[in-house]
Nanobody
Framework: VQLQASGGGLVQAGGSLSLHCAASGRTFSAYTMAWFRQAPGKEREFAAAKWRSTDRSYYADSVKGRFTITRDNAKNTVSLQMNSLKPEDTADYYC???????????????????WGQGTQVTVSS
């Protein structure tokens, strides 16, 4: 699976941004899709995911209520709408695919098979 991410940019605190990720592959709906982020000097962390079998959404506590992940299986895309952005949301954001994730591990970036290129999000105070 190949992933192409877009979106991101510079925004003031309280603003909004949208990230988009397009995937190749004929069984897109069978994959768990997620967004991770990595701030300078920090480990990559889970932000949001769409679980493959139920299409249910899951969020890190730090973004819950502010970020919304959506997927369009017909278009093979997954998006992340980010509202009420904070300076601590500043990071490189990555979309990722997990073909064999189990529920207990899908928030761990090490279990993901394919990654898009990072897209930078900068939130100024």
């Amino acid at each position: 699976v190949q992933l192409q991410a877009s979106g991101g940019g510079l925004v003031q605190a309280g603003g909004s941004l949208s990230l988009h990720c397009a995937a190749s592959g004929r069984t897109f709906s069978a994959y768990t899709m997620a967004w991770f982020r990595q701030a300078p000097g920090k480990e990559r962390e889970f932000a949001a995911a769409k679980w493959r079998s139920t299409d249910r959404s899951y969020y890190a506590d730090s973004v819950k209520g502010r970020f919304t992940i959506t997927r369009d299986n017909a278009k093979n895309t997954v998006s992340l709408q980010m509202n009420s952005l904070k300076p601590e949301d500043t990071a490189d954001y990555y979309c990722a695919v997990c073909q064999g994730c189990i529920f207990s591990t899908f928030q761990n970036f090490r279990h993901y098979d394919s990654w898009g290129q990072g897209t930078q999000v900068t939130v100024s105070s």
